[in-house]
């Protein structure tokens, strides 16, 4: 793997170099062209092939700008390998600021696509041959739907040791063992052998400081891991034991009505504790909604809106909860935006 040059949409790219593509997807109607937009920076000396992907739904926001911090990253100048950095890849979705593409199918459902088949198979298809069949790892970005927000979390078949080894050294506390999807890209990419993780933080539509800050960290601790990137300067911190949720659970709206959440995201709770309060207008009915089981709020709904059924609060349940608890808490401590005066003046504000 990595020859001395990768051809991307029939462009030599050769070692020590950054390219930037337009990766042709479909015409539209109007007759303009769509493309998808691709960076590859190659280093000087051979090393791994990394895929980083986003808005593969297309109003998942904070993996786009995860991608535009890292590919201006100083530390790139010392690249061993081949980064793939695909920021937008359902630019459909994208401009329509929507999940899908507009025939409404879900690109994460439709890999690996095919040349001749509906919209997102040929997107899926042009970005299975031409990125991930000539990668050897992936990391795909991703958030919450719409109103609602993830805490930062990795799913990855932590079945496969080089995948586990993956999603622990990225370094978020919440590693979620997720079975591969259907049509998903994570499979696709198992199909090649690919270890790939999927990271979710945040809310679609939205940028979260703390979200992009952990998932640009996390995808530098694994290109260092990969040897992509020269190790950090700074001493290692102590090596965190892994800790897998065992299972997560959504609790849904027993009945309609108007929701006062009272746990935050990434709360620890404890069984049949109170969550929030569902109730109509007037206050005359109200409805307590408890959770089933220890853990961590890893999900949550924004909208204050509920019908009957809607999913309010994702719980990961756990062994060892009082660990994860504690590395929930010093975890974002670590990535809220810095307040420091003191702080380097050329580095970025924070959004907030
Ligand atoms: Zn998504």
């Not at 337009?22 to 303009?32: E, F, G, I, M, N």
């Not at 297309?58 to 790139?76: Q, S, T, Y």
């Not at 025939?103 to 994460?108: G, I, P, Q, T």
């Not at 270890?195 to 290109?223: C, H, Q, T």
Request: charged share 25%; proline share 8%; with cysteine.
């Amino acid at each position: 793997m990595d020859p001395e040059i990768i051809s991307v949409n029939g462009a030599d790219i050769p070692r020590n170099s950054r390219t930037t593509l337009d990766l042709p997807v479909a015409r539209l109607y109007t007759h303009s062209q769509v493309a998808m937009p691709v960076q590859v920076v190659r280093g000087k000396k051979p090393g791994p092939a990394l895929f980083v992907s986003a808005a593969i739904h297309g109003d998942e926001l904070n993996g786009v700008e995860i991608i535009r911090r890292l590919l201006n990253l100083p530390a790139l100048k010392r690249l061993s390998g081949t980064l793939f950095a695909i920021p937008i890849v359902n630019v459909y979705g994208f401009i329509q600021q929507s999940r899908y593409l507009p025939d409404r199918r879900d690109l994460n459902r439709s890999f690996p696509g095919y040349e001749r088949g509906s919209l997102a198979a040929r997107v899926a298809h042009q970005f299975m041959s031409e990125i991930v069949e000539q990668s050897t790892h992936g990391i795909d970005l991703h958030t919450g739907a719409i109103h609602r927000s993830n805490l930062p979390q990795i799913r990855a078949n932590i079945d496969d040791p080089q995948t586990a080894d993956l999603a622990h050294i990225f370094g978020v506390p919440v590693i979620l063992n997720a079975d591969l999807r259907d049509n998903s890209l994570r499979e696709a990419a198992a199909e090649y052998g690919i270890p790939m993780l999927l990271y979710e933080a945040g809310e679609a539509l939205r940028f979260d400081e703390v979200s992009i800050r952990a998932g640009l960290k996390g995808i530098v601790n694994v290109m260092r891991h990969l040897n992509m990137l020269p190790a950090s300067r700074r001493k290692a911190k102590r090596e965190h034991k892994p800790l897998y949720a065992r299972a997560s659970s959504w609790v849904r709206a027993p009945a309609g009505g108007i929701l006062r959440a009272i746990v935050p995201l990434g709360g620890s709770v404890e069984k049949d504790q109170l969550l929030g309060i569902l109730s109509d207008p007037f206050g005359e009915h109200e409805i307590e909604i408890h959770t089933p089981c220890d853990g961590i709020v890893i999900g949550r709904t924004n909208l204050p809106l509920a019908n009957e059924g809607d999913a309010l609060f994702h719980i990961a349940r756990y062994r060892k909860l009082e660990a994860v608890t504690a590395r929930v808490e010093e975890f974002t401590e670590q990535h809220q935006p810095d307040t420091n005066p003191d702080s380097p003046p050329d580095a970025e504000p924070p959004i907030v």
